[in-house]
């Protein structure tokens, strides 16, 4: 599918976003993730937020349109797994966290991404304003590092994961940190950028974690590389004891 078609796709989604949410506290609508960029591969899914009200009932209306999103995925969302997060105004104030994002993904996480994201619709809103700070390195390593763990240890007892497409994701994520603190990046959302910036570091696993990024990943390729990443764990906890 080529990037002129996913654009009309995004805009029928943006456009049915509004109509169903927009006298219900939508302030403002993103896009979010790789669909429209250069890191876009074939499990691309279409990833949007919303800026809501503080009376928005988020886990409610985030269940309902998806729903839709899913029962309607051919027609309306192109085939393309497609994905609404609520993220309230309340919440972005300091709040007590109410939606999916703020509880689970936090919003001290994904504030440094906000900048990167497209607007699709609704009022301008600057991120800059409000009292979220992002986590200092360590205790964001220390997030990423406990998700990774938990994937492994679920995948040797052969338990049920998480979306397996996710796990190199993760790598990438700490990657990130660590080239943030060590290696002089600036941070970027791109994968691409972030791989290029340690191209001369040929052996870090940033690169075989990208490789799987790329691909279809399964439990074997997974498996073949968890050793590699144990290790790559217990090199970054080293270095945390390095970082401010």
């Not at 009376?55 to 729903?67: A, L, M, R, V």
């Not at 029962?71 to 105004?89: P, Q, S, V, W, Y």
Request: aromatic letters at 10%; proline letters at 3%; a positive charge.
């Amino acid at each position: 599918m080529d990037t002129k078609e996913v654009k009309k796709i995004i805009k029928r989604i943006s456009d049915f976003t509004v109509s169903e949410l927009k006298e219900k506290g939508l302030i403002s609508l993103y896009l979010s993730g790789t669909i429209l960029t250069k890191d876009r591969t074939p499990q691309s899914d279409i990833d949007i937020f919303g800026i809501v009200t503080s009376n928005f009932d988020i886990i409610e209306e985030e269940n309902k349109i998806n729903n839709k999103f899913e029962k309607n995925e051919k027609e309306l969302c192109g085939g393309i797994e497609t994905r609404f997060r609520g993220i309230g105004i309340d919440e972005l104030e300091g709040g007590r966290p109410r939606g999916v994002l703020a509880r689970y993904v936090g919003l001290e996480v994904l504030i440094k991404k906000f900048p990167f994201f497209k607007k699709l619709w609704g009022e301008n809103i600057d991120f800059s304003k409000f009292p979220i700070k992002p986590l200092k390195a360590i205790e964001e390593a220390k997030k990423e590092i406990g998700t990774i763990k938990k994937f492994l240890k679920k995948l040797k007892k052969g338990e049920e994961l998480f979306p397996i497409q996710n796990f190199p994701k993760s790598i990438l994520y700490l990657a990130r940190i660590e080239a943030e603190q060590d290696y002089g990046f600036q941070f970027d959302p791109s994968y691409k950028k972030l791989t290029r910036h340690l191209q001369k570091e040929r052996n870090h696993i940033v690169h075989k974690a990208m490789q799987l990024r790329d691909k279809k990943v399964t439990k074997k390729d997974i498996l073949q590389i968890a050793e590699e990443v144990e290790a790559y764990i217990k090199h970054i906890k080293k270095r945390m004891k390095e970082w401010d």
